[in-house]
């Protein structure tokens, strides 16, 4: 489709999901930290762009802050892991990529693996009953002996993939408690492992800029960490040539309209992550992507690294509008192998097969 015409359809589909997706005052939305619905409906106001009206969600006052999901007792100077995201399928690619993560770990060793959100298509999960568990999560990754610390997408929070469901995430939340496997302590928290440490965001909620505690924790935790490596890792693009693109302009709409622009996103990253985390790890696209593009801030001698890993499952290839320079990317399924050792971060991607397609590293 030419790309005139696929923006005039995209401005056609953005004016209908406004009207989907606005979300009233009587929704019962979650705090964050704990992902439950408040003591009293939230407040809400009223965003004008480009004519149209969107209504943003106002946490409760007092909001919880984010949950520290423990720290490694070991003192290892090295941690390896598995991360890739929008895996949540039940479908033959699914298990496939599961069977070659199962293999490389079983050869090199996983400490754990950090699922990049869109866990369950297309809706989420209903309950901690509902059949999806085991046919998109138990099943498919029975062959990997590790856990898995889970970030969350907007297919997660319901609304065929709209994001509005808050009260549906909890749903993942509350799964930690019956399979221990699965490691969703809140919607953001953060954990240690040899010398890095881990921060997971919720960008859902940055969509909607309804992530106000998310901010809080976010700007204490990573100025605070003393881990040698600060790995940041969510579900929405900040830099990607896939369907969605960057954060900010997402489908590569020319014209700006809160939220699906991902302005609420890009405002996140850029003020909470760029030049404080050395990785940012996300999917949404499902591409593979290793950008050179990177991120910082003034003052800071960062530049965050900028990977995505969405190939969980089925893939979408990428787009003649995607300009971000990168090192190495793929449209084809797989996922991204780390290992972080002393001051040295090694990423390789391995395609569905397990067998190694590109590798990276850099120091510090």
């Known amino acids: 489709m030419p790309l005139s015409m696929t923006r005039r359809v995209l401005c056609c589909l953005v004016i209908a999901a406004v009207a989907a997706c606005s979300v009233s005052a009587d929704a019962a939305v979650p705090r964050d930290g704990g992902i439950r619905a408040p003591s009293r409906a939230p407040r809400v106001t009223n965003r004008v762009d480009a004519g149209l009206v969107f209504t943003k969600v106002v946490p409760d006052a007092g909001v919880e802050a984010g949950v520290d999901a423990g720290v490694d007792a070991g003192t290892t100077s090295i941690v390896r892991f598995v991360a890739f995201g929008d895996q949540g399928k039940g479908n ?89 496997k699965w490691i969703l302590p809140g919607s953001h928290y953060k954990f240690t492992s040899g010398p890095a440490e881990f921060f ?120 003649s509008g995607g300009k971000n320079p990168y090192y190495w990317h793929s449209e084809t399924s797989g996922f991204l192998y780390v290992v972080i050792e002393d001051r040295t971060f090694t990423g390789t991607f391995y395609d569905s097969n397990g067998v190694a397609e590109f590798t990276r590293s850099f120091s510090k």
């Not at 970030?151 to 930690?176: C, I, K, M, P, W």
């Not at 699906?260 to 003020?271: A, L, P, R, T, W």
């Not at 940012?280 to 800071?300: A, F, I, Q, V």
């Open 92 to 180: 033959q690619a699914q298990y496939k990529v599961g069977d070659a993560v199962g293999k490389v770990c079983a050869t090199k060793g996983c400490d754990f693996v950090l699922l990049l959100g869109d866990n369950f298509y297309p809706t989420g999960v209903g309950s901690v009953t509902d059949p999806q568990w085991q046919t998109a999560f138990v099943r498919p990754y029975s062959t990997v002996d590790a856990g898995f610390y889970v970030t969350l997408g907007n297919h997660d929070y319901g609304a065929s993939g709209r994001g509005t469901d808050f009260a549906r995430a909890l749903n993942e939340v509350n799964y930690s408690k019956v399979n221990p």
């Open 200 to 319: 997971s965001a919720d960008t859902n909620r940055s969509m909607f800029q309804s992530d106000d505690a998310v901010r809080v924790s976010f700007e204490s935790w990573l100025p605070a960490s003393l881990a040698t490596w600060k790995i940041v890792f969510a579900h929405h693009t900040y830099r990607s040539n896939g369907p969605h693109g960057n954060a900010g302009h997402y489908e590569y709409s020319p014209i700006r309209i809160f939220p699906f622009d991902g302005s609420g996103v890009q405002g996140f990253i850029e003020n909470k992550v760029c030049g404080r985390a050395d990785v940012y790890l996300c999917g949404h696209d499902h591409t593979r992507e290793w950008l050179k593009t990177t991120c910082s801030r003034p003052g800071s001698k960062i530049e965050t690294e900028l990977i995505v890993s969405g190939g969980g499952a089925d893939m979408t290839g990428f787009v």
